[in-house]
């Protein structure tokens, strides 16, 4: 079974920067396009940004564009996905998901919770004013 862990989160002032981890165990070649998600206070979860498989083509969502980047280190189902945040401001503040797809082919459109079948436990991240 494919496990997926976050680290990296944490507290850190506005303007800073963070980098999370999503590592993967277990079997290999389960999970496709790789995404973070992420969950504020009071919200609904919504998507951050993905990768393909390879990592070829990646997708930052729009409110986060310029600031963060995806990236992972290994161009297979194995390895670790980043997502290297600057700039951070307090709005920032959520719980952040790592997601796997087991879809094999990359969709740009996949920004939906139901487009990811692995979930992570989340890493929280606090951008204080």
């Known amino acids: 079974q494919v496990q997926l862990e976050e680290s990296g989160g944490g507290l850190v002032q506005a303007g800073g920067s963070l980098r999370l981890a999503c590592a993967t165990s277990?079997?290999?070649?389960?999970?496709?396009?790789m995404g973070w998600f992420r969950q504020a206070p009071g919200k609904d979860r919504e998507f951050v940004a993905h990768i393909s498989l390879t990592g070829t083509n990646t997708y930052v969502t729009e409110s986060v564009r310029g600031r963060f980047t995806i990236s992972k280190d290994k161009a297979d189902g194995t390895g670790t996905v980043y997502l290297q945040m600057n700039s951070l401001k307090p709005e920032d503040t959520a719980i952040y998901y790592c997601a796997g797809s087991e879809t094999p082919r990359y969709d740009p459109r996949m920004v939906n919770e139901a487009d990811f079948t692995g979930w992570g436990q989340g890493t929280q991240v606090t951008v204080s004013s």
């Open positions: 277990g079997r290999p070649l389960k999970y496709f396009t």
